[in-house]
């Protein structure tokens, strides 16, 4: 069975030359793997030093402009027709003698993901434990690392719906689309050249949020109407209650008018409740249209 191996590559120029010389050695050992580079709009001279290699394993895809991680993904497995697909960075802090592990899990244990659990002394230790924590929470994750070096089934990269930057969350769509997910261990090293391309603060913020995004389109977008309608039906009873209370104590001759402002509040907002309920079944029903259009073209 062919294995390929993807890596996205963005201005990894001091990294090719020690990249193709590890893969040569790991070639010779595991002769069924195979390799894709791909560019993604590189301003360095990646492109370059990829096109002087000529080796029989290797492909290369190139993307005129940087499109992101997620898309290159997706271009390296258009460009090979290996049945199971390895992710690995092209900063070599995996060690690449791991991959044959995580192939194992797929080709003898069953697996559809295979993920791995990182080891060993790295930055944002800490940031990475947090994440992992909420995705496992969030996700009913049996794996501590959702973010490592990983190797799936074709069908899963076609399963699961991919956006910008959701690459990180391969393992719990995966697991939400069925697929089973399996965790070894896995050594991580430090970059030894070139500059790391997450360092940002920022990126923490954009990782909370794609989070949630991912959670929501597995959750309240399946059933929005349950969500938001059951939300709205709740605020619109609490308004009926609280306007029947603010009449009684009017009759008494302890009329509060704030009660009235809060009954408006809540017979309102619940309708809004309903009506995004009502968009999003209507949203719902697009979108299954859609991937009935697309499953048979994939």
Known sequence: MKIGILIPAYNEAE????????????????????????????????????????RDYLKIATHKRNLGKTQ????????????????????MQFDIYDVPGLVDLILNQNAD?????KQGRYEKKFVSSIYNWCGRKLFNLNVHDMNAIKAFRREVLQAIPLRRD?????????????????????TLKPRLYGE??????????????????????????????????????????????IGIIAIILRILGHGFR?????????????ILFFALGLIGESIRAIIDRLEKFESPNK
Do not use: C
Not at 258 to 266: A, Q, R
């Open 72 to 91: 290159a993904i997706i271009t390296g497995a258009r460009a090979t027709d290996a049945e199971i697909l390895v992710i690995y960075d092209a900063d």
């Open 258 to 270: 704030p009660l009235l402002y809060l009954v408006i509040l809540l017979v309102v907002s619940g």
């Open 196 to 241: 790391p391309k997450y360092q940002k603060k920022i990126r923490i913020i954009i990782g909370f949020f794609d989070l949630l995004a991912v959670k929501f389109q597995l959750t309240f977008l399946q059933k929005p109407l349950l969500y938001f309608g059951t939300a709205g039906m709740f605020q619109i009873l609490s308004g009926i209650i």
């Open 15 to 54: 990294n090719i030359p020690h990249l193709i010389p590890m893969f040569d050695e790991f070639i010779k050992k595991y002769p069924d793997y195979e390799v894709v580079f791909i560019d993604d709009g590189s301003t360095d001279s990646t492109q370059r030093l990829l096109n002087e290699y000529k």
């Open 113 to 117: 993901v295979a993920t791995g659990w």
């Open 166 to 186: 959701w690459h990180r969350y391969i393992v719990p769509l995966a697991n939400e689309y069925g697929f089973v997910i399996k965790e070894i261990p896995v």
